[in-house]
């Protein structure tokens, strides 16, 4: 069993950063697959990045590529997401996910494990 818990979220205004983090628990082997998803009011939960635990493979969203980086520390068992140049379309509860295989899928159903999420408001 995995657990996962994010923190980091906050009230920003627009052009500013944020580093959001993602401790996780339990049984995290090289061959997974860690990444964020977001979910704005009233809209369905995206792909934001991913992350092989193992090898550090990353796959972006367009909507965030050149702003986003996703990292991870495997010694603390945590994954990062700082996030530069945030624009008002960011605003969303940030979501820490994983799943088993070494493959960054986009989809929210290859993910069996997630996070409570942290809120991302960035104001105009």
């Known amino acids: 069993q995995v657990q996962l818990v994010e923190s980091g979220g906050g009230l920003v205004q627009a052009g500013d950063s944020l580093r959001l983090s993602c401790a996780a628990s339990?049984?995290?082997?090289?061959?997974?697959?860690m990444a964020w998803f977001r979910q704005a009011p009233g809209k369905e939960r995206d792909f934001v990045a991913g992350?092989?635990?193992?090898?550090?493979?990353?796959l972006y969203a367009d909507s965030v590529k050149g702003r986003f980086t996703i990292s991870r520390d495997n010694a603390k068992n945590t994954v990062y997401l700082q996030m530069n140049s945030l624009k008002p379309e960011d605003t969303a509860v940030y979501y820490c996910?994983?799943?088993?295989?070494?493959?960054?899928?986009?989809?929210?159903?290859?993910?069996?494990?997630w996070g409570q999420g942290t809120r991302v408001t960035v104001s105009s």
């Open positions: 992350i092989t635990w193992g090898a550090g493979n990353t």
């Open positions: 339990g049984r995290i082997s090289s061959t997974y697959t």
């Open positions: 996910a994983a799943h088993s295989r070494r493959v960054i899928d986009t989809s929210t159903t290859t993910y069996n494990y």
